[in-house]
C-alpha cells in the first residue's frame, strides 16, 4: 500500500490499482488522475477536510465511489450519499479494511460546539486521527499522518500524543496554516516525539509518498 501526502489534510492510499481519498478539502488543490477511487473517508465536516467541489469532481470520474462519514458530515453533506461511521465501526472495501476510533473533534474553543470526527485505521497499519488526539486503542501503527498545525493544537499534546501510539513511522500533515519555519518547527518536535518509541519520523511534502 502507498500512501500519498497532499496539500494539507488530504491523503490518498493506492493498493491493487485500487485507491482510497481521505479529506480532500479546500486548503487542497485538486487532485491528478489517481488510479480507480474506490472511497472518500471525510474525519469530519469542517470545509478544510472536503469540499463539494472535490466530491463533485472525484465521484465525476469515479462514480461508484463511496463515501464514509461520521454523523456530522452526513447531515453536512446532505445531497451526497454518506455511510455514516462512528467509533469502533468497521467497513471493508475492497482492497481497503478501515476500523473508525475517537467520535469528538478536538476542543477548539469553549465558544465553538465539539462536531462528529473520526480517525481512521487502514489494513491495521496507517492510522489517521482527522482532527483530534483519538488514539488507535490495541493496534501496533506502522505509519501514523499526525497533524501538526491547527487551532485547537498545542504542539505538547501533539507530541504526547505521537509519544502514545508510538508509530513505526511517522509524518506531519493538516499544515497549510503554517509557515515554512513553523513547519518546520512542528515537524523537529514530532521527530523527537516518534524516535522516543524507536520511530522513524518522514519529511513528507505535497506529492511525496510512503510504502507499507
Known amino acids: ?84 461511521v462512528g467509533p469502533g465501526d468497521t467497513v ?23 462536531i462528529d470526527n473520526v480517525g481512521v485505521l487502514v489494513d491495521d497499519a496507517f492510522y489517521y486521527p482527522g482532527d483530534s488526539y483519538a488514539l488507535p486503542e490495541e493496534h501496533s501503527i506502522d505509519l501514523l499522518a499526525a497533524p501538526i498545525g491547527a487551532p485547537w493544537l498545542k504542539i505538547g499534546e501533539a507530541m504526547d500524543f505521537v509519544l502514545a501510539v508510538q508509530p513505526r513511522r511517522a509524518f506531519g500533515t493538516h499544515d497549510m496554516t503554517l509557515s515554512v519555519v513553523g513547519k518546520d518547527m512542528g515537524r523537529a518536535r514530532l521527530r523527537w516525539a516518534t524516535e522516543q518509541g524507536g520511530g522513524e519520523f518522514l519529511t513528507l511534502d505535497p506529492g511525496d509518498a510512503a510504502d507499507l
Open 1 to 84: 500500500m502507498r500512501v500519498t501526502k497532499f496539500e494539507h489534510a488530504t491523503l490518498t492510499l493506492g493498493n491493487a490499482g485500487k485507491t482510497l481519498v481521505i479529506d480532500p478539502g479546500s486548503f487542497t488543490a485538486p487532485l491528478g488522475e489517481l488510479d480507480d477511487v474506490v472511497g472518500i473517508v471525510l474525519t469530519h465536516e469542517h470545509p478544510d477536510h472536503w469540499t463539494p467541489d472535490h466530491l463533485d469532481r472525484l465521484l465525476g470520474t469515479y462514480p461508484g465511489a463511496q463515501i464514509f462519514g461520521p454523523e456530522g458530515v452526513a447531515r453536512a453533506a446532505a445531497g451526497y450519499e454518506v455511510t455514516v
Open 92 to 114: 471493508s472495501i475492497d482492497p481497503f479494511r478501515m476500523e473508525f476510533f475517537g467520535g469528538r473533534h478536538a476542543v477548539i474553543h469553549e465558544s465553538i460546539p465539539v
